[in-house]
């Protein structure tokens, strides 16, 4: 009988990797490939300011796009497109998501339905300094490790 394999997500918005759980009692495993950087951001050089009118006396504000939150919306497109394409190449069959409550709320964003119905469980927390070891026992209350 095939096991059923589930994806563990460890999420930042700088950095993100999978790890593969495989059964009761296999433990975890980093899954080969499925890392992502976020891209460099290029930080506004100054302020916003105000904008002239060529019409005449007119001034109005300019808004500043903030870089930050752009790179992070990205990164998450781009993790959750590569999960959804992998979903549907059946390499995985539960899916659950850890990371900080920011970066979780632009992941679940983007989730859409075929790739939802995968999604097992998420811990709002910010593991992904922690060990594969340190991960385990976190995730007891959803899958047995």
Known sequence: MKPTITWVVL???RATKVLSHQGPGKGLMVVAGKKWQADTQSLPRDKAGVG??????????VEQSDAKKL???RLAKEIVA???K???????????LVSGPHMLGL???EIEAPLRKALI???????????????EKHLGELIAV
């Open 11 to 13: 999420a930042n918005t």
């Open 52 to 61: 002239h009118s060529i019409a005449g006396p007119a001034v109005s504000a």
């Open 71 to 73: 790179s992070d919306m």
């Open 82 to 84: 590569d999960l959804s």
């Open 86 to 96: 992998d979903y549907q190449a059946k390499k995985y069959q539960r899916l659950i």
């Open 107 to 109: 992941l679940r964003a």
């Open 121 to 135: 469980g998420e811990i709002p927390k910010d593991l992904s300094a922690m060990s594969v070891d340190q991960v």
